[in-house]
Structures are given as structure tokens and as C-alpha cells.
């Protein structure tokens, strides 16, 4: 892999390093921050690792993302996934969107090495599956330490949890994107330094539930070697829905949203081409007038 540095002229009459890294798809260029005891260290912040999963790849599995001719700058924050736009305030981009399957990654000084052999940890983010995004975390704490970050957008509600449990739309597409995320990381961290057989899968709440999915799932087989999981399990009462009931709430959508056909691949259809605001405003009706017990309509079904 190529390293090599450049110099970024700011606003302030200063320059800022960054590194420009070569990785699979192509190049990019990141920037340098401070952890709390300043150290310094490399951001990565919106790497993308899937090409957008929008028009004829919306409820589908995601896709790898394609190589790219140019230097990509990522050094904004990644965008949200479709989620409601009240909750920005805890943190991460304004921006929210359907192409929003990115992650982050950060990297020690000292540690930026290719082919280094750094431990990694893969953070997966909370949120009750309808919230949340890699954008809203600091990672000032963890760079006072020896290891690499990465932190990873998923789809999220109905976008990302919607399924009707057969061949044409399976459903849990927000965590075949995590499964992605752990292949891309695999293919990649050793351009950061890091050890591809050192991954410790993370997460709080939502995303600790995720962790353990992926500890029973074929999909993340061999991707990671360890697991975190903070406040929640696949075993907690919110985070699996019973294949029936998800099935239901999925149909009552489609009955509301004008998409209710007889045959999969026409409802399909249908879906792909709704405006993307609707499955904000049908999701919040469907919860308002069908199900008041919780917002996790949407989330993951036993395939």
C-alpha cells in the first residue's frame, strides 16, 4: 500500500497534515486529530463501503462499493441513514440520506504503519434499529490507546428492517450492512496498520445486540475474533422480532403505503420507487394508529 503526505492550506492562514492513503477502491485522505491527552491521530470519517443502496438496491442485501478514479475526501462526517430528523441533536451530520452506508475509521500516530498489526475494535452504534450513526461518537478516549477504531453506518427502521421473509425481500438488510462493513474491514485495515485477525466487534444497546447476531450468523464467519456487547444481547425481549409479528407489521406497511400486492417481486417494485421521505411519514402513522407499545417496529427477523 502507498502512504504518502500532503498539506492542506486552511482558512486560518495554518496548515494541517493529512495522510493520503491507497486502499482497494481507490484513494483518500484523511486528517489529523487529538485525543484527550493529545496524541495525535489519523480520521477517516466517511469511508464508503457499499455503492448506495438506493432505487433498485433499496431492500436489497448491500452491494461492494465500486472503485473510484479519484482522491476521496473524507474528512466530513458521514451523512445519517434515513432516520427522523428530531433526534440530530444527539450528535454527528445534519445530513440525512439514503446513501449513507459509510464508516470511520482512526488511527494513532504512531500506529499508522502498512500492514501493521494493531488491534481493531468495529463499533456498532445503538439506536433501537430506527436511530443513531457513526458520525455521533468522539474518539478522543480511544486514541489514548493502542488500537485502531472503526465505526459503521447501517440502514436503519424500515429501510433496514423491513421483510416479509422470502426470496424477493428477506429482510435485515442493516445487518447484512454490518456483515459488509466487518468483509470491508477484513480487505482493508492492514493499509491503517491494522491486524485483520485482531477484530473485536462492539456495540451498546441496539448495537450490542447486533454483535451477538453476528456471533451466530454464517455471514460474519471469521471476520472477528472477539466481542463487547453493552446493555443488550439477542436475547433481550426488544431486540428479535417474532417472524410472525414482523411479518404483520410489514404487511400492515405495505397496506398503507399503497404497495400491498399478491405477488413479491410487483411489491418490490412498488417500494423502490416511494419517495424516501414516506418511509419516515408512514412508519411514524403506522406506530401512531397500529402499534403503541414501542417504535422498534422494524427491526431484526429470523430469516
Given amino acids: ?91 454527528g451530520s445534519d445530513i440525512i440520506q439514503e446513501d449513507c452506508l459509510y464508516l470511520s475509521v482512526f488511527v494513532p500516530n504512531n500506529l499508522f504503519k502498512p500492514s501493521g498489526k494493531t488491534p481493531v475494535i468495529v463499533y456498532i452504534h445503538g439506536g433501537s434499529f430506527q436511530i443513531g450513526s457513526a458520525g455521533g461518537y468522539n474518539p478522543q478516549y480511544f486514541m489514548d490507546k493502542d488500537v485502531i477504531l472503526v465505526i459503521i453506518n447501517y440502514r436503519l427502521g424500515v429501510l433496514g428492517f423491513f421483510g416479509l421473509n422470502n426470496d424477493v425481500i428477506s429482510g435485515n438488510y442493516g445487518l447484512k450492512d454490518q456483515a459488509l462493513a466487518l468483509q470491508w474491514v477484513k480487505e482493508n485495515i492492514a493499509a491503517f496498520g491494522g491486524d485483520p485477525n ?73 417500494l423502490q420507487q416511494l419517495p424516501v421521505d414516506d418511509f419516515l411519514t408512514l412508519g411514524n402513522r403506522l406506530y401512531l394508529r397500529n402499534f403503541t407499545a414501542s417504535r422498534m417496529l422494524f427491526k431484526p427477523i429470523t430469516e
Wanted: charged share 15%; aromatic share 10%.
Fill in 1 to 91: 500500500m502507498n502512504v504518502g503526505l500532503c498539506v492542506l492550506f486552511s482558512t486560518l492562514i495554518a496548515f494541517t497534515s493529512c495522510e493520503l492513503l491507497t486502499l482497494k477502491n481507490g484513494v483518500i485522505n484523511g486528517t489529523v486529530g487529538k485525543s484527550r491527552n493529545g496524541r495525535p491521530f489519523q480520521q477517516f470519517n466517511s469511508i464508503p463501503y457499499a455503492e448506495p443502496p438506493v432505487r433498485e438496491l433499496r431492500f436489497k442485501a448491500p452491494v461492494a462499493i465500486n472503485p473510484w478514479p479519484d482522491v476521496k475526501d473524507v474528512s466530513n462526517l458521514p451523512p445519517r441513514c434515513i432516520q427522523p430528523p428530531t433526534f440530530i441533536t444527539l450528535g
Fill in 198 to 270: 485482531r477484530v473485536t466487534l462492539m456495540g451498546v444497546s441496539a448495537g450490542a445486540a447486533s454483535v451477538h447476531l453476528h456471533m451466530f450468523s454464517p455471514l460474519s464467519k471469521g471476520l472477528f475474533q472477539k466481542a463487547i456487547m453493552l446493555s443488550g444481547s439477542a436475547y433481550s425481549g426488544w431486540a428479535v422480532l417474532d417472524q410472525g409479528f414482523g411479518e404483520a407489521i410489514s404487511t400492515a406497511f405495505l397496506v398503507i403505503s399503497g404497495c400491498f400486492r399478491n405477488d413479491s417481486i410487483q411489491v418490490l417494485k412498488c
